[in-house]
């Protein structure tokens, strides 16, 4: 059964970058049926829409966050990646990724745990 | 582009039901029939209860159901039980292909 796990540093300082990767496992990243996403959740508030990438390269980035996010894929390693450039204190969150239904169908069907990232000097 | 707007608590008793809106507009739950629901437990990560407005992912019980009318998602749950109780949002994609969410919703079993 495929799984999901994010990795990376839980503190980045102020004005640096937030890097997160999420190694699947038990299935292929390269399917045609599935994007591949970040999601956030600030402590005790909603659910926020990073971005997607297929295994082809494809991207969508959230309006709100386009110009700071990068998410990039490496089937080799059957890894996707986040790069969020200059945080600060309003980044911190819990950052999941998740597998989210390919061919128009937009909803989320498997999530990692979640890696709280604090942005913190 | 703003979160969609859900009301952020309701309550209901064992047994009874519950529906908790999601209102958006023409741009995205108006625009389509992608609207999904997610079950929040504390400390876990969100898990779809509903997609494509009313479908139910294999293992989630009929008690739960979708509906939609103009831009506003609807989520019911009839028969509460105590396991229930959570925190519930729903999602809606964007005419600019993103992917939008409410503000969440926290439901109380009494």
């Known amino acids: 059964q495929m799984q999901m796990q994010e990795s990376g540093p839980g503190l980045v300082k102020p004005s640096e970058t937030l890097s997160l990767t999420c190694t699947v496992s038990g299935g292929s990243i390269r399917s045609d049926n599935y994007w591949w996403g970040w999601i956030r959740q600030s402590p005790g508030k909603g659910l926020e829409w990073i971005g997607i990438v297929f295994y082809s390269g494809s991207i969508y980035y959230s309006t709100s966050l386009r110009g700071r996010v990068t998410i990039s894929v490496d089937t080799s390693k059957n890894q996707f990646s986040l790069k969020l450039t200059s945080v600060t204190a309003a980044d911190t969150a819990v950052y999941y990724c998740?597998?989210?239904?390919?061919?128009?169908?937009?909803?989320?069907?498997?999530w990692g745990r979640g890696a709280l990232v604090t942005v913190s000097s | 582009q703003s979160a969609l707007t859900q009301p952020p608590s309701v309550s209901g008793s064992l047994g009874q039901s519950v529906t908790i809106s999601c209102t958006g507009t023409?741009?995205?739950?108006?625009?389509?029939?992608?609207v999904s629901w997610y079950q929040q437990a504390p400390g876990t990560a969100p898990k779809v209860i509903i997609y494509?407005?009313?479908n139910r992912p294999s293992g989630v019980p009929d008690r739960f159901s979708g509906s939609k009318s103009g831009n506003t998602a609807s989520l019911t749950i009839s028969g509460l039980q105590a396991e229930d109780e959570a925190d519930y949002f729903c999602?809606?994609?964007?005419?600019?292909?993103?992917?939008?969410f409410g503000g969440g919703t926290k439901l109380t079993v009494l």
């Open positions: 494509e407005v009313n």
């Open positions: 998740a597998r989210q239904f390919a061919y128009g169908k937009w909803y989320l069907d498997l």
């Open positions: 023409i741009s995205d739950i108006g625009s389509n029939n992608v």
């Open positions: 999602g809606s994609r964007t005419g600019d292909s993103t992917l939008i």
